[in-house]
């Protein structure tokens, strides 16, 4: 730690150290930053005590734990937090969180440790602040912690990676891998394998949409030992060749990813060529024996952090918004997008697990933006109550609704017929239909007929010139069952100017969707 007056408390506060020394036993063989996340929190507790010191008569960790004192513990939190008690929100309202969490763990630890060694005053205190942390917590701290961050992220717009961006980034570490390993190569360097080790790493990082920390902890013999054998001939009669390709093509290697379970990575020829030039020069190169990582420093036993390296290289390669391309937000672009090719249960499974989600959050929280989907979809439903049509819409999923919002519904007068029917076809042109729609296959429901105001409405019937017109440009609507969209009724329009020079496109679109209904109605 750095020493100032927060490293001064840790050094000085049993309870503290007695954390740091939990935390050490249990995270130490899980990776090389394990010495930060330990840091991290001793300081986090560090900094509360000096603000217990300041506003409360509270000094050591240990006073915390005595019941009388749980309201201290409550002031000293929210102070160290930036609790604002007008509002009921916080300004760092995450560090309330962690300060729980931190509390609860050392009162376990020092509950067991005064039980070991005979302390039972301590013990039972220890017990009953646990005791008192677990019932009144959520009302003092937890709510008001949580809605702010909840509410903090409302009305943010959710920033996913570009396309073209994606694309210049992979393009600039692709060139930048071809000179760092030919400058390896003719002169093995700390520098130069600096910058091959930092460039193949982002660049397994974007390609396989890992997270940074789980490929910068890649061990070097969990490369060595990567399955190289060949495609197994009973599983290969089940792949295509293209498939069979992707086998060869590529290499997989198995790593530990968050909360101990198994990962893959997999790595193009490239980066194999790559990996296999740093693994054999890496004791030239001044990276120590005892280093256990395959992206190990020279000259130290950590690796190198791929979230700095690939901000390196967004910030290096001229994309137009750089901030979208990190890890995280290339694991979500994934997840998110994949929406779009319609995978199946099984598929949408496999990729859950191939990017380490638990499928269950894979579901909640990896969708399309959620302000789209209720502007595309929502809005359907609400435009269909405000026009009082909902009823015709039985039966059809949100997919299938078309409502266009431009479209204006006349109101109702007494009198007046609604009934679609005095736009329907002539007997003789559903005979016509009936000859024309043998292969027809079933489809959508029919979605209710859309009518002008009044005034602008016109009742006489389809001439033999315009029923043609529409029938050579939307017939194969009409066989399909699918109503046309604005689109389609207008490039119809423009097609036979002289024909239909007397309708509009709701005209148009009517009269496909008459022509369904009457069609369906003769099949049944």
Known sequence: MNYDEVSNVVQNDKCILQLGQYMFNKLKNKGNNYDDY?????REVGRMVLVAQDVTPLKKVKEFFIPKNFLHVISAVKKAAGYDPETNTYQTPSLALKLGHSLKKISSIVESDAMMFGDDITAEYAKRYRAIHDSRWEEYISSGALNTLKEAKWNMPQVLPFTNDVKLLNFYMENQQH??????????????????????????ITFNRRRAGEVSRMLLTAFRSRNKSVLHDDVAICLTPFERKMCECFARVEIRGKRGRMVPVLLKPSMVAAMELLAELRESCSVPSDNLFMFGRPEALSAYRGGECLQKYTKLCGAKHPEALTSTKLRKH?????QVLNLEENESDQLADFLGHDIRIHRQYYRLPQGTLQLARMSKVLLAMERGTVSQYKGMTLDDIEIDPEEKIPQ???????????DECTSSEMEHIMDTSTSSAPARAATPPIQEPAEKRSRRKWQSGEVRSVEKHLMKFIRTFTVPAKRDCMLCLQNEPETLKERTWTDVKNYVRNRITA???QNT
């Open 179 to 204: 000179v760092s390993e030919r400058m390896l190569r003719i002169s093995p360097t700390p520098e130069n394998y600096a910058a091959l080790a930092k460039v193949t790493l982002a660049l397994a």
């Open 412 to 422: 109702s007068n007494e009198g007046e017929s609604s009934d679609p029917s005095e």
């Open 334 to 338: 994934i997840a998110t997008m994949s």
């Open 38 to 42: 330990i840091r991290q929190k001793m």
């Open 519 to 521: 069609l369906k109605r």
